[in-house]
């Protein structure tokens, strides 16, 4: 499998996970919380490093780069999951109140202190609304990032060991 070929299955992943979530947002009614709203916009930046890694069709260091990059965006959306899912295993008792919604924090507060709040999370990314042989979307998306992470570790070390073996002389 080539590299071109492998961040082309990497975009195929993003976009049908980041079809999943719109469908159940407009198809089920169920309304992203901002730590789901952040996780939609890793999948979106993993999704577009495999689009312009595809096109551009890099030589080895350029294919360790794109997968470096899509990894670090993954270990981002990783983390972000990992919080809503600690958040929804709180006690009752111990899950932080509602705030504002996003729009309303990118309107009225500075843009460091909008991006504290998003990233921190409230009691509405707690909620669990769905979830898919005992998961939530959250858990889920932590899965799917932890793969998307695996993945373009493993295009990664494809292409160094590609280089390697090409001065090696097999």
């Not at 595809?54 to 780069?65: D, E």
């Not at 990059?69 to 899912?85: D, E, I, K, N, Y």
């Not at 669990?128 to 932890?146: N, P, Q, R, Y």
């Not at 793969?147 to 002389?169: D, E, K, N, P, Q």
Request: charged residues 10%; hydrophobic residues 55%.
């Amino acid at each position: 499998m080539s590299f071109r070929t492998g961040a082309i299955l990497g975009v195929l992943a993003c976009a049908l996970l980041l079809g999943f979530g719109y469908y159940l947002q407009y198809a089920r009614g169920l309304e992203p919380c901002p730590l789901c709203l952040v996780q939609r916009g890793f999948f979106y930046a993993v999704g577009v490093v495999f689009i312009i890694a595809a096109v551009h069709n890099p030589a080895r260091i350029g294919a360790v780069v794109y997968a470096t990059l899509a990894f670090l965006f993954a270990a981002g959306g990783a983390a972000t999951a990992s919080r809503q899912v600690w958040l929804q295993h709180l006690p009752p008792d111990r899950v932080p109140q509602c705030g504002p919604d996003l729009f309303f924090m990118l309107e009225n507060f500075p843009l460091a202190q909008a991006l504290k709040k998003l990233f921190a999370g409230s009691g509405e990314c707690a909620a669990v609304d769905w979830t898919f042989l005992g998961l939530s979307i959250a858990e889920w998306s932590l899965a799917c990032f932890v793969v998307l992470g695996c993945y373009a570790l493993w295009l990664a070390v494809r292409a160094i060991r590609s280089r390697t073996s090409m001065f090696s002389g097999t």
